[in-house]
């Protein structure tokens, strides 16, 4: 009986290994497709490769900047949920909002003036097992998954201060 637990086990760790090593290719497999296909509609709607172009729409030259009290609105209002690259805890953040809600304006900010995202809050965890798209798909086909990514709790509540 212990043996057959053991290797249950066993197979439920290899069956989850193999569908991330999958999903894992599945993905990487997509995007170098993606990637090729435009490369190639480039090349043969303008007979050369990424070509610049020049913007015709309306442009954005600058943000509004936001204040100490629209992040504190954002820290106190909104669900926080950590992500295993914060640094800092999203229930410290929201405990000591009135805080932190200067600095974090401070620095979006600084953002918006020097049209620059800061590095360290572009870096995202990528999970393993990704999701299926939408409830009744067969979950036999990696299309049917999309993967996930959770940014840093700062890097959320700067991208909302711009909406």
């Not at 989850?16 to 190639?40: E, G, H, P, T, Y």
């Not at 299926?132 to 700067?158: A, C, F, H």
């Amino acid at each position: 009986m212990c043996f057959t637990a053991t290797s249950d086990k066993s197979t439920a760790t290899a069956n989850v290994r193999r569908r991330r090593l999958l999903s894992a290719n599945f993905f990487i497999d997509k995007l170098a497709r993606i990637r090729q296909s435009i490369a190639a509609s480039l090349l043969e709607s303008s007979g050369q490769g990424f070509s610049a172009r020049m913007h015709t729409g309306p442009t954005l030259s600058s943000l509004a900047p936001t204040s100490a009290a629209e992040a504190l609105k954002l820290l106190t209002s909104r669900p926080l949920k950590s992500s295993p690259v914060d640094v800092l805890p999203s229930v410290l953040l929201r405990s000591c909002a009135a805080s932190f809600a200067p600095l974090i304006s401070h620095m979006a900010n600084l953002s918006f003036a020097e049209c620059s995202f800061p590095t360290a809050f572009k870096t995202a965890q990528v999970l393993h097992v990704p999701l299926l798209k939408k409830p009744g798909l067969d979950n036999e086909q990696m299309s049917s998954y999309r993967p996930i990514s959770n940014l840093t709790t700062i890097s959320k509540v700067i991208e909302r201060l711009v909406l």
